[in-house]
């Protein structure tokens, strides 16, 4: 199992859920290939020359501190959210009847099963190959 491979390599918050990456563990670029196809939206790098991991940190050190992760704080167009889950899901739940008296087909991609949801007024295939999670 990748994670016995990786000890300490990945470690979820029990408070936040966030899943995080440490650079300082060395692994193997097969235990990499492992641990990418885990993720649902084929997120994680390897650096092949120190054999460490690179992936989003949520910023994490600003999210235990009460702030927003940077990337929602400076996103010009406030397409990005972070918070609470129910909140996020009754937001975006709004957000989405608001979107379908203009796109009718508009969805939420993955709003039951992952911590990212995307509001999509196309064809999920229009967008890129993970905008929908894979199970």
Known sequence: MADEKARGAITQDENTGAVLFHTKIRIKPAVFDEIRKACPYDIPRINLKTATMAFCTLCFDRIKEGLLPACVKACPTHAMNFGDRNAIIEMANKRLSEE????????????????????????????????????
């Open 100 to 135: 379908k008296r203009l796109h009718p087909k508009a969805i939420l991609t993955n709003p039951d099963c992952t911590r990212v949801i995307f509001l999509l007024v196309h064809d999920p295939k229009k967008y890129h190959k993970f905008a929908v999670a894979e199970k």
